[in-house]
């Protein structure tokens, strides 16, 4: 069992790094091409090979959903999430713009009572006080150099939260498979129309043209790199279990650190980190008593 568990967690920890392995990879290209693009490209690729996975596991049928309109909103959510991450790590270090992204459960058991009507806990609302104070430290020198631009991170946050609610309101509608088909198939036509509209808008930053192949070549990585991640992460929870491998995602933002400071000469001050570490220590606190109140 131990053997087990301890399989579960490498498998977790290995596929929440490759997650941010991505991440800086994405980061590279900033200035080659219009992140609008980038994440378009990203997905395309990702749905096109998940796609053809599922058509030859499941064959046809596996591509009808039970509810097309949820499994759309599935896609716009994500495809929101990644259009405000891309840009955020286009200009800001990778590790701060992570820190950030580490709300999304907080904001995901706040939105749970409002839209399913599920109870929120008291813990829920201490730990989301204490993470939004780690998000002020966080915040501290991004909003007076880059302005509102260091929000898109909360963006980002709140997107996915409400696709997570949207996983729930799915569960159990069609395979694993399926549902990752269906989210990135979303994703990537509303990032393909973002993108077009984003072209002919004239903003020079938004312009897609044609990009050099490295470009092509590193998009089509991040889109390999993450599906395997998200396996991984599948692989570990079937032998771990959720609660057991929750914690290890933060392993995601000490790889962000690392990789920011090494390819990109990042080096997050004491007051950045430390309001990581409060976000971090608020997810920890509302996983436990999830665990409690299951015991």
């Given at each position: 069992?131990?053997?087990?568990?301890?399989?579960?967690?490498?498998?977790a920890?290995?596929?929440?790094?490759?997650?941010?392995s991505g991440?800086?990879?994405?980061?590279?290209m900033?200035g080659?091409?219009s992140?609008?693009?980038?994440?378009?490209?990203?997905?395309?690729?990702?749905?096109?090979?998940?796609?053809?996975?599922?058509?030859?596991?499941?064959g046809?049928?596996?591509?009808?959903p039970?509810r097309?309109?949820?499994?759309?909103?599935?896609?716009?959510?994500?495809?929101?999430?990644?259009?405000?991450?891309f840009?955020?790590?286009?200009?800001?270090?990778?590790?701060?713009?992570?820190?950030?992204?580490?709300?999304?459960?907080?904001?995901?058991?706040?939105?749970?009572?409002?839209?399913?009507?599920?109870?929120?806990?008291?813990?829920t609302?201490?730990?989301?006080l204490i993470a939004?104070?780690?998000?002020?430290?966080?915040?501290?020198?991004?909003?007076?150099?880059l302005?509102?631009?260091?929000?898109?991170?909360?963006?980002?946050?709140?997107?996915?939260?409400?696709?997570?609610?949207?996983?729930?309101?799915?569960?159990?509608?069609?395979?694993?498979?399926?549902?990752?088909?269906?989210?990135?198939?979303?994703?990537a036509?509303?990032?393909?129309?973002?993108?077009?509209?984003?072209?002919?808008?004239?903003?020079?930053?938004?312009?897609v043209?044609?990009?050099?192949?490295?470009v092509i070549?590193?998009?089509?990585?991040?889109?390999?790199?993450?599906?395997?991640?998200?396996?991984?992460?599948?692989?570990?929870t079937?032998?771990?279990?959720?609660?057991?491998?929750?914690?290890?995602?933060?392993?995601q933002?000490?790889?962000?650190?690392?990789?920011?400071?090494l390819?990109?000469?990042?080096?997050?001050?004491?007051?950045?980190l430390?309001g990581?570490?409060?976000?971090i220590?608020?997810?920890?606190?509302l996983?436990?008593?999830?665990?409690?109140?299951?015991?």
């Amino acid at each position: 069992m131990l053997k087990t568990e301890q399989g579960g967690l490498i498998l977790a920890l290995a596929g929440f790094a490759l997650l941010s392995s991505g991440d800086a990879v994405i980061k590279t290209m900033a200035g080659q091409w219009s992140p609008l693009a980038v994440a378009a490209l990203r997905f395309t690729i990702g749905a096109g090979g998940l796609s053809i996975i599922l058509l030859l596991k499941e064959g046809r049928s596996a591509f009808l959903p039970q509810r097309p309109w949820l499994q759309a909103g599935r896609g716009v959510c994500l495809a929101v999430a990644t259009m405000c991450f891309f840009a955020a790590i286009f200009v800001m270090p990778l590790a701060e713009a992570t820190a950030l992204i580490f709300l999304a459960p907080i904001i995901t058991a706040l939105l749970s009572g409002p839209l399913l009507k599920e109870k929120v806990r008291p813990a829920t609302w201490i730990a989301s006080l204490i993470a939004f104070a780690g998000v002020a430290l966080v915040l501290r020198p991004n909003l007076s150099e880059l302005g509102l631009v260091a929000l898109l991170p909360l963006g980002s946050a709140f997107a996915f939260s409400l696709m997570m609610l949207a996983n729930r309101a799915v569960a159990g509608q069609g395979s694993s498979l399926s549902m990752q088909v269906f989210v990135a198939a979303g994703a990537a036509s509303v990032l393909l129309l973002c993108a077009v509209i984003g072209d002919v808008s004239g903003g020079e930053r938004l312009a897609v043209g044609w990009p050099d192949w490295t470009v092509i070549a590193r998009c089509a990585v991040v889109a390999v790199t993450a599906s395997t991640a998200h396996w991984l992460v599948y692989l570990g929870t079937t032998r771990a279990g959720a609660a057991t491998i929750a914690p290890m995602t933060y392993v995601q933002l000490l790889v962000a650190v690392t990789l920011g400071w090494l390819i990109f000469g990042d080096t997050p001050d004491a007051m950045t980190l430390a309001g990581a570490a409060v976000i971090i220590g608020a997810g920890l606190y509302l996983w436990n008593a999830g665990r409690e109140k299951v015991a």
